[in-house]
């Protein structure tokens, strides 16, 4: 087992980019509170609590309460911010996140904390790898999975401005700025990343370098990858996925479970309306211990596994 | 309401109801024409099965037009079995999973808090209900802040589902418990509604604590053959106990 690679110079950890933008949108807006679960540091929030102490609400180790607190805090008008690891906020607090968030539709924001395998060494109970097909089943809950520092920023400002719940799952594996013609950030809208008509490569968050990389692999074959940016899950962008299917094979690949997330959601809509050769790419169930890198290595979630795979479906357009 | 919708909890509606019309009549100021206003004193229904006298004070309160109590858990009704804010107006938050409406309450009360504000926070659990941890942590957090603009009330009717509380899982010395959690502690009748009154509408300011209320009822108060009956946590009476019942709560 391979140590954690260093980070390349000039990549990020989106939970940076996360307190920034909460910092801003608190200067300019005296509604907006955080909440924690003891979790000021590992949320990057320590400068927020040094300028507001008093618009910061820390419950201690409680992650029901830090989801019920925020649904109370809406209730008197303000627009809390629950920041919690992603592992324990979704699993130990869902039916809080149900009942008192989703169900009930009020206006919190939840950011899922260093998600999917960032925890890699501490292995399954501190994974998130099953929290997209939990939270987009939901009814009126915003899911959204950032993929770089610019799209963390737009989504936690849209999460903002939307008069609702939002869950925002921010990973703290390094990643590049990712490269944009266009720059358009829209809850509900995926972002194609380079245009390709003999597959589809769909992916989110930490992986949609991955993806892009895979993409410049499988050009020098000849092969025309589109790559699509699905970061918001929940309400999905179904039109984007149907014309992804005009390609012919649609690859999905998510730092989530093979079962129910990404994948999942990209499969009902392709099964419904219009089935093609797909591959999901993602992680078999509990893992075994190792760093995060090594985790992707090992399963093919790097850019040669997402290459290969592609080449494999292709066989069966 | 039970009886024409045959279903609903009756046991806990009765041991609730004095409490309920005691907040509603007495001691919330609520505006049923601007059930949203920002400065309305705040309660939350724990307690989500026991709509049926929830949802009958909410009715008499004039949050909505008492004909439409005939509509109860029937198929489209906004009277769900548990109370849900988007179809009905004076309720706060959705309940009905036991365990969230203290720690919602809590959210509330800081809220008021961080503003100064002076609106208060109620909420009504029951005491089985209790046995759920989530209330522990929000009365951790609660006792903490010294939220006094917080009122918790217990409907101490000593029975849950199944069985007593204290053969199942004993909460007692429940005024204890409260007490090691940084609250002030006050037990009452819970049929009484001048003493109620009392202690729910006396100003909390410079208490410096939360507020529970263990308020010692009967589940199946009011009705002879429901009284203290476990059997009644839900259940629907028959035609003659339905008008036996009505005679005796006339």
Redesign the interface.
């Given at each position: 087992m391979s140590a954690a690679a260093p980070a390349p110079a000039g990549w990020h950890d989106c939970r940076d980019t996360f307190s920034k933008t909460v910092e801003a949108l608190a200067e300019a807006d005296p509604r907006i509170?955080t909440v924690v679960s003891d979790s000021v540091g590992s949320s990057k929030l320590v400068n927020f609590r040094k300028r507001w102490p008093?618009?910061m609400?820390n419950?201690?180790i409680?992650e029901?309460?830090v989801v019920?607190?925020?649904?109370?805090?809406?209730?008197?008008?303000?627009i809390?911010f629950i920041s919690a690891a992603a592992c324990f906020l979704t699993a130990r607090a869902m039916?809080?996140i149900k009942?008192?968030i989703a169900?009930?539709?009020?206006n919190v924001k939840l950011i899922g904390q260093s998600s999917g395998i960032a925890y890699g060494e501490l292995g399954p109970t501190h994974h998130s790898i099953e929290d997209m097909a939990w939270l987009r089943l939901l009814n009126n809950l915003t899911l959204i999975v950032p993929s770089d520092p610019w799209e963390t920023e737009q989504a936690i400002r849209a999460a903002a401005a939307l008069d609702g719940p939002v869950f925002v799952r921010v990973s703290r594996m390094p990643v590049p700025d990712l490269p944009r013609s266009n720059p358009r950030f829209e809850i509900g809208k995926a972002e194609t990343l380079r245009d390709g008509d003999d597959l589809a490569i769909i992916a989110n968050g930490v992986m949609v370098h991955r993806a892009l990389t895979a993409a410049e692999a499988l050009a020098a074959d000849g092969v025309a990858a589109r790559v699509i940016n699905m970061s918001t899950v929940n309400p999905l962008d179904e039109a984007t996925i149907l014309d992804a299917a005009k390609t012919g094979a649609v690859v999905t690949v998510e730092e989530h479970s093979v079962r129910g997330g990404l994948g999942g959601a990209v499969a009902e809509v392709l099964a419904t309306h219009d089935p093609v050769p797909m591959r999901i790419l993602g992680f078999p169930g509990f893992l075994p211990t190792g760093s995060a890198d090594w985790l992707l290595e090992h399963f093919h979630l790097n850019a040669a596994g997402i290459a290969d795979a592609a080449r494999q479906l292709l066989a069966r357009k | 309401m039970v009886y024409e919708a045959q279903l609903g909890h009756p046991g806990g509606d009765f041991s609730a109801a004095d409490v309920l019309a005691t907040l509603y009549f007495g001691v919330l100021r609520h505006d049923p024409a601007n059930p949203a206003a920002a400065g309305r004193d705040r309660f939350v229904m724990s307690k989500g099965h026991c709509t049926g006298a929830f949802y009958a004070v909410l009715a008499a309160a004039g949050f909505f037009p008492e004909a439409e109590l005939a509509t109860y858990m029937q198929p489209l009704s906004k009277l769900n079995g548990h109370p849900n804010r988007n179809y009905l107006p004076g309720v706060e938050t959705n309940t009905g999973p036991l365990g969230h409406g203290l720690p919602v309450a809590t959210g509330i009360a800081i809220a008021g808090q961080i503003d100064n504000a002076d609106y208060r926070t109620f909420v009504l659990t029951g005491d089985g209900e209790l046995q759920e941890g989530s209330n522990w942590e929000a009365a951790l957090t609660a006792g903490h802040r010294k939220l006094e603009n917080l009122t918790l009330i217990i409907d101490r009717n000593r029975l849950q589902q199944g069985a007593r509380t204290e053969e199942t899982a004993s909460l007692d010395p429940l005024d204890d418990k409260w007490r090691a959690f940084g609250w002030h502690v006050e037990t009452v009748d819970g049929h009484d509604h001048r003493a109620l009154y009392d202690l729910l509408s006396a100003s909390p300011k410079g208490r410096g604590k939360p507020l529970c209320v263990i308020a010692n009822t009967f589940k199946g108060k009011g009705v002879s053959f429901m009284h203290d009956n476990v059997a009644w946590h839900h259940g629907v009476p028959n035609k003659e106990q339905y008008e036996q019942a009505m005679r005796e709560l006339a």
């Open positions: 509170v008093e618009r609400v419950v201690g409680a029901q309460t019920a607190v925020g649904a109370g805090l809406a209730n008197g008008g303000k809390p039916e809080q009942a008192d169900y009930t539709n009020v | -």
